[in-house]
């Protein structure tokens, strides 16, 4: 794997494991199709929003910082009221908790992965039939 997916599948894999909440609501993945269900709430999971790399050092030998966010859409259905998607989407912001650590990667190609920004939950955006709740989560990773 080349460390871009290693850094998704790390963000990924601690969205979905263990289970956010039971009973477990369906998880619509980036690129894959997802019909939601009239009625019921759902995650709609972005591809990961990459930054540029910097180098903070001078030359090409030092560390790389890696920022980007994950998107996470805690979408409820329009006409229950704003608690419900707000609820799940604070949900989310509490598992991506400033100062999460995670790896991405194994072995020799292991690289640690830090939210090292609080997530943000943004306004509500109504998508009939639906309410959209983004959770925006920075991360970093240096190599």
Same mark, same amino acid.
Not at 11 to 34: D, G
Not at 66 to 73: A, L, P, V
Not at 130 to 143: A, D, G, H, K
């Given at each position: 794997?080349s460390?871009e997916? %290693?850094?998704?599948?790390a963000?990924?894999?601690?969205?979905?494991?263990?289970?956010?909440?039971?009973?477990?609501k369906?998880?619509? &993945?980036?690129?894959?199709? +997802?019909?939601?269900?009239?009625?019921? &709430? +759902?995650?709609? !999971?972005?591809?990961?929003?990459?930054?540029?790399?910097?180098?903070?050092?001078?030359?090409?030998t030092? $560390? !790389?910082?890696? #920022?980007?966010?994950?998107?996470? %859409?805690? !979408?409820?259905?329009?006409?229950?009221?704003?608690a419900?998607?707000?609820?799940?989407?604070?949900?989310?912001?509490? #598992?991506?908790?400033?100062?999460?650590?995670? !790896?991405?990667?194994?072995? $020799? &190609?292991r #690289?640690?992965?830090?939210?090292?920004?609080?997530?943000?939950?943004? $306004?509500?955006?109504?998508?009939?039939?639906?309410v #959209?709740?983004?959770? $925006?989560?920075?991360?970093?990773?240096?190599?």
């Amino acid at each position: 794997m080349s460390l871009e997916t %290693d850094i998704q599948a790390a963000l990924y894999t601690h969205f979905t494991t263990p289970a956010l909440e039971s009973p477990v609501k369906p998880r619509a &993945a980036p690129f894959v199709a +997802y019909t939601p269900v009239p009625g019921t &709430a +759902y995650y709609h !999971v972005h591809p990961v929003l990459r930054a540029e790399p910097q180098r903070p050092g001078i030359g090409f030998t030092g $560390s !790389v910082l890696r #920022r980007g966010i994950f998107q996470i %859409d805690a !979408v409820a259905p329009d006409g229950a009221g704003e608690a419900p998607g707000l609820r799940m989407a604070g949900l989310v912001a509490a #598992r991506f908790a400033i100062g999460t650590k995670l !790896v991405a990667g194994a072995g $020799s &190609a292991r #690289r640690r992965l830090l939210l090292d920004k609080e997530p943000t939950i943004a $306004s509500a955006v109504k998508d009939a039939p639906w309410v #959209r709740f983004p959770v $925006s989560i920075p991360f970093l990773v240096i190599t």
